[in-house]
């Protein structure tokens, strides 16, 4: 039902969330996680059901049952990946979406056969790396 009078609605910083993680799992701190299928923390792959979620704040395993440990993820942001050697992410592609290749790399197509999920926006192409927005 629609309002009829103020509410006080509830509000967190988005920036840093904890995200559960999928089971038998080693996030690295600084590594890109993803969202996987089920909606738990990894990290990133190549695969099409992935959600790009951020950057890692911290190393954490996850050896128990999915959502047994969380992670810190920062989104909200713009971070620095790797470029990847046989797709490389150009000039061209700024502020377009690159893909994910694993957990520090991103390409400038889902290659291969529609094989990659979306990582995010690109901002800046360096020599030693890609601004990707989170």
Do not use: H
């Amino acid at each position: 039902m629609a309002l009829s009078a103020d509410r006080n609605t509830p509000m967190k910083d988005g920036e840093l969330i904890s995200v559960p993680m999928a089971t038998n799992t080693t996030i690295y701190a600084g590594s890109l996680v993803v969202a996987n299928g089920s909606g738990y923390a990894a990290p990133g792959s190549t695969a099409t059901t992935l959600t790009a979620l951020g950057r890692a704040e911290e190393r954490k395993t996850n050896s128990g049952a999915n959502g047994a440990a969380s992670i810190l993820v920062r989104r909200g942001a713009v971070f620095k990946f790797k470029n990847s050697g046989t797709d490389p992410v150009v000039q061209a592609t700024l502020g377009k979406t690159c893909y994910i290749v694993d957990d520090e790399t991103v390409s400038a197509t889902n290659a291969g056969g529609n094989t990659q999920s979306a990582a995010g926006k690109v901002v800046g192409i360096d020599a030693d790396g890609v601004w990707v927005e989170i």
